[in-house]
């Protein structure tokens, strides 16, 4: 993938073109790179990415790697809480006998 100064001009390009990013695609690195994914919402796919490359990831300094990781298992941990969130609310709802969302009828 072509150096980009813009670390989300780089990630678009991952994203469009479905070849993981390098490091070196990025102004400040590995780093900066992890960072614009998290804030992005994409550091769970950048970890998968990442680490599915394998010639990708032996550019990939492994505390960054470690990083990325961190992020993917928080996200997955977050999403699990939410869909626990809803099951439980679904339950509630069931319960009182409510409906979660109208039923819509069909001409």
């Known amino acids: 993938m072509p150096a980009s100064r813009d670390p ?13 990013p390098s490091p070196e695609t990025a102004a400040g ?10 804030r992005q919402g994409v550091a ?8 599915a490359g394998t010639e990708v990831a032996s550019r990939w ?7 990325l990781r961190e992020m993917h298992r928080a996200l997955l941990v ?5 869909l626990d969130l809803a099951r ?3 339950k509630a709802f069931e319960t ?4 979660a969302s109208p039923r819509w009828r069909t001409c």
Do not use: D, K, N
Not at 8 to 20: F, I, S, V
């Open 8 to 20: 989300r001009e780089a990630l678009r390009l991952w994203l469009t073109t479905g070849q993981a």
């Open 29 to 38: 690195g590995a780093e900066v790179l992890a960072e614009t994914a998290r």
């Open 44 to 51: 769970g796919l950048l970890h998968t990415a990442v680490e």
């Open 61 to 67: 300094p492994a505390s960054v790697r470690e990083r």
């Open 78 to 82: 977050h999403g699990i809480a939410q």
């Open 88 to 90: 439980r609310a679904q």
């Open 96 to 99: 009182a006998r409510w409906r």
